[in-house]
DNA sequence: GATGAATGAGTCTTCATTCAT
DNA sequence: AATGAATGAAGACTCATTCAT
């Protein structure tokens, strides 16, 4: 492409106008930063450093660090919930011997990515930060419940699961990956004894199975 | 309550000797604090008024606000350790329905109490206080994990529990607990559907108990 | 100096952009504020008000309080240096009278202006900042006595000065020389006598001429 | 000596009553601590317990820090102002050849001993307490001129010493004096190079008293 | 007379935020 | 749009001084 006419009066810019996608990079410096410190001791400049501006830039952006943190939560969990959504969905047919697939492929992602410290991140700040509470128990986890609960009523239906309220069988199946997460982000750094993840996931979800089933079994006559 | 005769006399003096206590209560305001505000966003003023002395006072018992947390951490825990072992060795006898009443007795106990802001103090500011994720791995999750340990060894040579490895066990045992410690003080406060932790519980304890039974029973020949 | 119209305008900005001069604004301002109250008793904030900036200012110039020392001290002897220097480097020919009018020309430097508040400062801090010490003794005073030294050993060679330790003659040559540099900023301001250094430095360059060439005589043959 | 009847009444007190030595024990180890950190980083509690009390029986002897540190070197300065004297007077006679000999009794007793560190602390903080300065000049200086003076005076009827203002000669012999007292307790720990202060003092004799010898020698006709 | 627990004013230092350029 | 110099409020920590015991 020769330069035209016009290259006369506008000179190659210094820099390449990228005003779209700035913000989604910044966010991305930032929730890198925020996972590493926490909200309090992660630094604005930090976080403008990793993202290649200055300080100022920031505030083009976003009005406050406290904002900042909204938007970086929200983003990191909604580009997320896209990819669970596909996992749940992708499942269909009979859902009893699915639950344990569900968790062994759900598990780890939640385990062993940086959802991981995204979720240590939420507990730590969720009483400072109500809104991003809110944010996550409405977006986040309603959402995913809400899938799960579907597949769970399927089995019920067909006396694959004992008849038990979503919301806690939700609990039971989370609590263990979550767990999980959170060794392997906050013990595992400093313990000397070797920690598998997976292990643990694929045991929690042959238990699990196990017990609904047998939990079935006892409700039917 | 009305001020008597002898206040006019005598005005509140500015100090008491009191050095004894005063270690302790100190702890008990900046947990109190700590649980509220988070480490960072604690201020010594804070605790110090909580406690009823001045920002000073503190810094006669403890060297610095981190040194303070630390053994905020270490106090709450060691008097709850206490309590868990008797919790633990008080139980005798076969092994396999007393899993349910652990969970059940325990369970309540780490998810109810301010047991549940600790673990979530904890959680947070492990990254920013390997010492204090040290101390916790080693001196309350290492605790816990032998007492449970002997009791599971024991349904496991009786062939009441499949053999697993323990510290996997204990992390099925304590995910959903957390989960619904920390939902309690992370998620509950912000959400407007009812939330029933005991149910959580009890409904853990049953799945796991029957999950277990069933892997012990597949395990037999 | 009343206010022009343009001034109702145009109020005094927050802040100019002037990267360039101010460190060595700020190092002349705090100069003033260590000589006058001392290195513990300035506050950064005198300094930063001497400075015509804010705290905070000063702390993007210098990490921290006893690194703007340090660099004070060293901007204020380096950039005498070279004065001293070239007083030095332009007397040549014979020595011995020039001894004393070296003394005449440099004792006054010293001891009339706050070079003498500079050394006072220095003997004053120097145990608590053993990098001034050290750097106050190997770039200020290695540097003189290097250049008194070359000019005394002519003298000795010449046979106009006896055959003493370069380093013990620069004691003599500047002990006087101090005592009324501290004269002047000690004792002086509480003094109702009069006191004249420059009568003190100039019988002192006499005395000590006559001293040196006896002696040299005396070591003649 | 056996105990008496009135030892019933009055058992042994736990400690001896030693109201009259206490102070001036105070006041020797706030010596070496304000010689040790300087006045301001002095803390009152580092004093105390180099006197072995408590920081409140510090304040049953002196009103303030700052009293205290006044009273210091008052006792400080008055203690040794008595050996000068007594050093002063007992030589008589022809003062020409007695002045080296002044100056090298008197020289390393100021320069050796902690007489130096206490100049130099007389030094550091006279800017913040004039009233110290003033008490230094009047009571130190004025009697050490005063002395000093009346030898000279005979030198000069003798025609041994050449008619100069003896404050300006006093400067003259002290100045190489001080220089060498704070050359030991300022750089020369810091400086790896061997320093003589002996050699620095007998120099300073040898060429004080041939300059003044060779002075008075051009005065006369 | 002596103690030492308690106080609180005083200072350094940090960092989110602003705004002239 | 981007910069980065400057701001100033906020908070940890120190230590001279007080005073109940």
Redesign the pocket.
């Known amino acids: 492409m020769s330069r035209t006419k016009e290259d006369e009066a506008t000179p190659a810019p210094r820099?390449r106008r990228?005003?779209a996608e700035?913000p989604s990079e910044m966010l991305e410096a930032a929730l890198a930063v925020f996972i590493e410190k926490g909200f309090t001791?992660?630094?604005?400049?930090d976080i403008a450093r990793a993202a290649g501006?200055?300080?100022?830039?920031i505030?083009?952006y976003f009005p406050?660090?406290?904002a900042m943190f909204e938007a970086v939560i929200r983003q990191a969990m909604v580009s997320r919930l896209d990819e669970a959504r596909a996992l749940f969905e992708r499942h269909e047919g009979p859902v009893a011997p699915l639950l344990r697939r569900i968790i062994e492929d759900f598990g780890p992602r939640l385990a062993m990515t940086n959802l991981a410290a995204i979720a240590r991140l939420v507990i730590a700040e969720a009483g400072n930060f109500p809104e991003i509470a809110r944010f996550y128990r409405h977006e986040v986890i309603a959402r995913g419940e809400d899938l799960f609960g579907r597949i769970y009523a399927q089995g019920v239906a067909g006396g694959e699961f004992p008849d038990l309220p979503v919301d806690v069988v939700t609990k039971l199946v989370i609590g263990p990956v979550l767990i999980t997460a959170i060794w392997r982000t906050t013990f595992a750094p400093v313990d000397e004894r070797p920690f598998d993840p997976v292990a643990v996931i694929s045991t929690h979800a042959r238990v699990l199975t196990a017990g609904l089933r047998a939990l079935a079994e006892e409700e039917k006559p």
């Open positions: 820099w990228r005003k700035r001791a992660a630094r604005i400049e501006v200055t300080k100022g830039t505030y083009l406050s660090k406290q």
